[in-house]
């Protein structure tokens, strides 16, 4: 299935509200929706709040200026926001109280800063849509970044490796549909570590870790799976791979990474590519028959 | 409830073999018994394999010297044998070969070095019953281990508490039930981490290390639940806490401990209450509504 076509501005230069966090990803979709006749407009958020973003015009928006951002936008002239990029700092109560716009939302703001990661951004899009912006998906300005079904880059996935990934599937699901993580290790015999908060790249040290002090068979083939959760609404926070994934699975001595084909995102492909062949790491679209119906 | 009485030996001085791993609890477990009139015979697995057992007669048990072991216990006339302590270290297959008495024993090998740790405990206790060993749990020895219902120690729980505690324990259920892990560390709000194979230890730093970098709330209170698995063989691996747990919760930020009642063990418990007064943690013994019924 060839990737949906890209969602166009109405007007060549109709402003894109960008709220972006850290990683790569932001800067992604601002240069492919300009790529698109955009404009994009960035808001720090987050991780991102100390992130250069020029050349496109940006506001810093921390959780006391969240009004701030979203006033500056709407003078823009935005209509369409997309959220994307980490997070990971929880909102401090004592950084709300400085500004009156932000005052003005607090009964919005006290629902976001309660609750894990996704309930957070659940809550911080209603109260967007509160202030008449439409919150987009990545997927809709950037289709192409989906990952397909099937294989993506490096070898083969063994048998072990395809009972490993079912595993790994199952367990994110559950930890999926209790909000708390979207992605594991597994080996075919066992599920060797569960994403809470502390994001994909710590858990995927703590298994080097483990492998180093021999508390995983040197035999036994790992890898690691990415999923949405289920229910997740695909707007938010799909889950997401690019080639420092697969170094840190490589570093983490797994056989490959299972992504959600058409769910989960592929940042800079083509390195991610070359990273996998280079260390000999699998990317696979996986086709879970757990996935939620479109 | 009272805590029911210790199993007595048949005669003064009948051997009771102990399969001792890592932490103090096989000691405990051998000192009680000598109280009661056993003559503990130790036999150094996994994480106890350097360790001392003196003033008990021990031997080393790797695992390529497993037949050897349970020979050595039948010889001296043990036929109860007690699994305790932590393995951590997966069998090596390398290492299984060298002994004759071991290499009879062969296919229980294979079906006990494959699998998570319950299910390893569970085919090694499979093989030594097979031996005509009867393979006894920890509380039968020391059922004062066990912990009661209510508070145990440190400050009291409040609402929010509570509320991170039935979080904790239905997450905590559904890695038990996917034979993951036992433990989680949660708050009202959300769940913060899950034990896989790394352990509690390790959970607890890395939840320390979150609260540092600001990625868990100040005012977030967050617990620490420990649990049987559903279903979990009571003979083999209990949860467990001591002072250590207590002190390495207090590390970590955390506002206490929840444990399941009649299940968990708790060592030292004198150092345990000393450590959660001076440190300020709650620990109560928490009885589940999805608790299995014996």
Same mark, same amino acid.
């Given at each position: 299935?060839p990737p949906a076509a890209p969602l166009r501005p109405r007007a060549t230069g109709e402003p894109l509200g960008i709220?972006?966090?850290?990683? %790569?990803?932001p800067r992604v979709v601002a240069d492919a929706a300009a790529a698109n006749g955009w404009s994009p407009h960035l808001?720090?958020?987050?991780?991102?709040?100390?992130?250069?973003?020029?050349?496109y015009? %940006?506001?810093?928006?921390?959780? &006391?200026?969240?009004?701030?951002?979203? +006033?500056?936008l709407?003078?823009k002239g935005a209509h369409r926001l997309v959220?994307c990029?980490?997070?990971?700092?929880?909102?401090?109560?004592?950084?709300?109280?400085?500004?009156?716009?932000?005052?003005?939302?607090?009964?919005?703001?006290?629902?976001?800063?309660?609750?894990?990661?996704?309930?957070?951004?659940?809550?911080?899009?209603?109260?967007?849509?509160?202030?008449?912006f439409e919150v987009v998906g990545v997927q809709e300005i950037v289709p192409a970044l989906l990952?397909?079904? &099937?294989?993506? +880059?490096?070898?083969?996935?063994?048998?072990?490796?395809?009972?490993?990934?079912?595993?790994?599937?199952?367990?994110?699901?559950?930890?999926?549909?209790?909000?708390?993580?979207?992605?594991?290790?597994?080996?075919?015999?066992?599920?060797?570590?569960?994403? +809470?908060?502390?994001?994909?790249?710590?858990?995927?040290?703590?298994?080097?870790?483990?492998?180093?002090?021999?508390?995983?068979?040197?035999?036994?083939?790992?890898?690691?799976?990415?999923?949405?959760?289920?229910?997740?609404?695909r707007r938010?926070?799909?889950?997401?791979?690019?080639?420092?994934?697969?170094?840190?699975?490589?570093?983490?001595?797994?056989?490959?990474?299972?992504?959600? +084909?058409?769910?989960?995102?592929?940042?800079?492909?083509?390195?991610?590519?070359?990273?996998?062949?280079?260390?000999?790491?699998?990317?696979?679209?996986?086709?879970?028959?757990?996935?939620?119906?479109?």
């Open positions: 299935m709220a972006g966090g850290g990683g %790569s990803l808001l720090g958020v987050g991780d991102g709040l100390a992130t250069d973003w020029s050349p015009p %940006s506001r810093r928006m921390p959780w &006391g200026q969240l009004g701030d951002g979203l +006033a500056w709407r003078d959220l990029g980490t997070i990971s700092v929880r909102p401090d109560f004592r950084s709300i109280f400085p500004s009156i716009r932000t005052l003005l939302m607090l009964p919005q703001i006290l629902s976001v800063v309660r609750g894990g990661d996704d309930s957070l951004l659940r809550a911080a899009t209603r109260a967007f849509e509160a202030r008449g990952a397909p079904a &099937g294989r993506i +880059a490096g070898p083969a996935a063994t048998v072990a490796d395809e009972a490993a990934i079912e595993r790994g599937f199952g367990a994110a699901a559950m930890l999926g549909a209790l909000d708390i993580g979207q992605a594991a290790v597994a080996s075919a015999e066992r599920v060797i570590a569960l994403e +809470a908060i502390e994001g994909t790249r710590e858990m995927l040290k703590r298994v080097a870790d483990l492998h180093r002090r021999g508390r995983i068979g040197r035999s036994e083939r790992c890898v690691l799976v990415k999923r949405c959760k289920p229910g997740q609404d938010l926070d799909l889950p997401s791979i690019g080639a420092a994934t697969v170094e840190e699975a490589a570093n983490a001595g797994l056989s490959g990474i299972a992504i959600s +084909a058409g769910e989960a995102l592929m940042l800079d492909y083509d390195d991610l590519r070359r990273m996998a062949d280079a260390r000999r790491i699998f990317v696979i679209g996986y086709e879970s028959e757990t996935r939620d119906q479109p």
